[in-house]
């Protein structure tokens, strides 16, 4: 399977056999979503993934969403159902008993107006501004559905002025950091300058190797998206957010757009939100889903995320299995093949190399350290088996997250080394017989000839 499945811990997954299930079912890596939790249920999240690592001998990714500038609503006692054309208000308040809807923000009640559309819990549940006061908004509900707390809150085509990280996403970084996990999702990024202070901050944790998946997700982040995708690892395109800032027939479009700029940038890029979000009551999902899916895998993503499904769904296992068979089904499918990325000449080397190995039918193997270059050759998307092989187990769990690579843990002190020893595991594990062709290479380096070999027994 080259489509990567990346699932969501939440309580439907705290047991670890649930999670060793979806591991063999074909999760490579895993969310942990700050917004909900605590550092306690996180950490337990993560003892069950690198258990379930070592036992398997795997290569398992795991990493985080901050919580970002997000506006959420307040305490609810009991949950408010709506009825369509209901009226009721939303209040400057941290809690309410009143049957009001409690949003304890300044800046909410100074931008909004009548006529404004508020949306939640993934655009399920869209009000309408009737009447505003000073810390009172009067709405009327569009759609029936059931308001609970702590639900995050947008107002269609207007941003919040909340900086990209906050003080209570330093407090997450700093768990991340501490726990060694594998990439940080930013939430709510707006610029390229956004993605920098947080590689900053990573960098001055002494996380510098750690990945940032920026989330493409506001309006901002759409006009910036070259900036974005240029100064992050990993691009995530959520889906939920976009469809609550944009009319929801613009979202196909937006998905194309995002996919195009981080594959022309050779960055991997997931698609996630409502991915299978029936299956969060049924255990099979609808046809439009799998559509959906399969689109989105002919667009060329990396991975697909799956969020509520696997989180708090009554079936996540059962998603997983879907989302594999739909995977396995389609991915034949890439349609979109890249021709050499601009004239960077690391890049014009892993178009080479990718056509090298498709053109003699071989397999290939590449040793990194960093994992740009497997990272590289992954973008061209070639139609063959792709490893990659490292000494640092950092390095090989970020590219878990990457199309059609398979990581491979090797010892080795230097490149030459590394070839040698990825080719030994490879015949060790039975990935490669003797009598098979196989590419080695790694990246190019400053100094000193480059060597790519070709292996097959005569």
Same mark, same amino acid.
């Given at each position: 399977?080259?489509?990567?499945?990346?699932?969501?811990?939440?309580?439907?997954?705290?047991?670890?056999?649930?999670? #060793?299930?979806?591991?063999?079912?074909?999760?490579?890596?895993?969310?942990?979503?700050?917004?909900?939790?605590? *550092?306690?249920?996180?950490?337990?999240?993560?003892?069950?993934?690198?258990?379930? *690592?070592?036992?398997?001998?795997?290569?398992?990714?795991?990493?985080?969403?901050?919580?970002?500038?997000?506006?959420?609503?307040?305490?609810?006692?009991?949950?408010?159902?709506?009825?369509?054309?209901?009226?009721?208000?939303?209040?400057?308040?941290?809690?309410?008993?009143?049957?009001?809807?409690?949003?304890?923000?300044?800046?909410?009640?100074?931008?909004?107006?009548?006529?404004?559309?508020?949306?939640?819990?993934?655009?399920?549940?869209?009000?309408?501004?009737?009447?505003?006061?000073?810390?009172?908004?009067?709405?009327?509900?569009?759609?029936?559905?059931?308001?609970?707390? #702590?639900?995050?809150?947008?107002?269609?085509?207007?941003?919040?002025?909340?900086?990209?990280?906050?003080?209570?996403?330093?407090?997450?970084?700093?768990?991340? +950091?501490?726990?060694?996990?594998? !990439?940080?999702?930013?939430?709510?990024?707006?610029?390229?300058?956004?993605?920098?202070?947080?590689?900053?901050?990573? +960098?001055?944790?002494?996380?510098?190797?750690?990945?940032?998946?920026?989330?493409?997700?506001?309006?901002?982040?759409?006009?910036?998206?070259?900036?974005?995708?240029?100064?992050?690892?990993?691009?995530?395109?959520?889906?939920?957010?976009?469809?609550?800032?944009?009319?929801?027939?613009?979202?196909?479009?937006?998905?194309?757009?995002?996919?195009?700029?981080?594959?022309?940038?050779?960055?991997?890029?997931?698609?996630?939100?409502?991915?299978?979000?029936?299956?969060?009551?049924?255990?099979?999902?609808?046809?439009?889903?799998?559509?959906?899916?399969?689109?989105?895998?002919?667009?060329?993503?990396?991975?697909?995320?799956?969020?509520?499904?696997?989180?708090?769904?009554?079936?996540?296992?059962?998603?997983?299995?879907?989302?594999?068979?739909?995977?396995? +089904?389609?991915?034949?499918?890439?349609?979109?093949?890249?021709?050499?990325?601009?004239?960077?000449?690391?890049?014009?080397?892993?178009?080479?190399?990718?056509?090298?190995?498709?053109?003699?039918?071989?397999?290939?193997?590449?040793? +990194?350290?960093?994992? #740009?270059?497997?990272?590289?050759?992954?973008?061209?998307?070639?139609?063959?088996?792709? !490893?990659?092989?490292?000494?640092?187990?950092?390095?090989?769990?970020?590219?878990?997250?990457?199309?059609?690579?398979?990581?491979?843990?090797?010892?080795?002190?230097?490149?030459?080394?590394?070839?040698?020893?990825?080719?030994?595991?490879?015949?060790?594990?039975?990935?490669?017989?003797?009598? *098979?062709?196989?590419?080695?290479?790694?990246?190019?380096?400053?100094?000193? *000839?480059?060597?790519?070999?070709?292996? #097959?027994?005569?």
């Amino acid at each position: 399977m080259k489509v990567k499945i990346i699932a969501t811990l939440g309580p439907s997954t705290k047991n670890p056999k649930t999670v #060793r299930e979806m591991v063999l079912e074909g999760v490579s890596a895993f969310r942990i979503n700050f917004s909900h939790g605590n *550092e306690d249920e996180w950490s337990k999240h993560l003892r069950n993934v690198r258990k379930i *690592e070592e036992e398997l001998k795997m290569v398992i990714g795991v990493g985080g969403d901050l919580k970002g500038g997000s506006v959420r609503l307040g305490y609810i006692e009991k949950p408010i159902k709506l009825r369509q054309d209901m009226e009721l208000k939303i209040v400057n308040k941290i809690e309410d008993h009143e049957g009001n809807i409690p949003l304890p923000n300044e800046e909410f009640y100074s931008i909004v107006v009548p006529g404004d559309i508020i949306l939640m819990d993934d655009g399920n549940i869209s009000l309408k501004v009737e009447e505003v006061k000073e810390s009172e908004v009067k709405v009327k509900a569009l759609t029936p559905g059931k308001i609970t707390s #702590r639900k995050g809150i947008v107002i269609r085509g207007k941003e919040f002025n909340i900086p990209a990280i906050t003080e209570e996403d330093l407090k997450s970084i700093k768990f991340a +950091t501490k726990n060694s996990m594998d !990439y940080i999702g930013l939430s709510y990024v707006k610029s390229g300058e956004d993605v920098k202070k947080l590689r900053k901050i990573l +960098t001055e944790e002494g996380a510098e190797d750690m990945a940032i998946m920026s989330k493409i997700e506001c309006v901002s982040a759409v006009k910036n998206l070259e900036g974005i995708v240029r100064e992050s690892d990993m691009i995530l395109v959520a889906r939920g957010d976009l469809g609550m800032q944009f009319p929801l027939e613009e979202i196909p479009i937006l998905q194309h757009k995002i996919i195009e700029a981080a594959r022309l940038m050779g960055k991997p890029v997931i698609i996630a939100t409502q991915v299978l979000a029936s299956m969060m009551e049924n255990p099979a999902p609808t046809r439009a889903e799998v559509t959906d899916v399969a689109h989105a895998i002919a667009e060329g993503v990396d991975g697909i995320m799956l969020t509520g499904e696997t989180a708090v769904g009554k079936y996540p296992l059962e998603a997983v299995k879907w989302l594999r068979s739909i995977i396995e +089904t389609n991915e034949g499918r890439v349609s979109v093949e890249l021709k050499p990325i601009d004239d960077d000449i690391q890049k014009r080397f892993a178009h080479s190399i990718a056509k090298l190995a498709e053109s003699i039918s071989s397999k290939l193997a590449i040793y +990194t350290q960093k994992g #740009r270059m497997a990272t590289r050759i992954a973008a061209y998307r070639p139609r063959i088996q792709i !490893y990659a092989a490292s000494n640092n187990i950092k390095t090989l769990r970020k590219l878990t997250m990457v199309w059609g690579l398979k990581p491979i843990k090797v010892k080795a002190n230097d490149y030459k080394e590394g070839l040698e020893a990825a080719y030994q595991e490879l015949l060790k594990n039975k990935y490669l017989s003797e009598d *098979e062709t196989i590419v080695l290479t790694y990246g190019l380096i400053e100094e000193g *000839e480059h060597i790519v070999k070709i292996k #097959r027994k005569v």
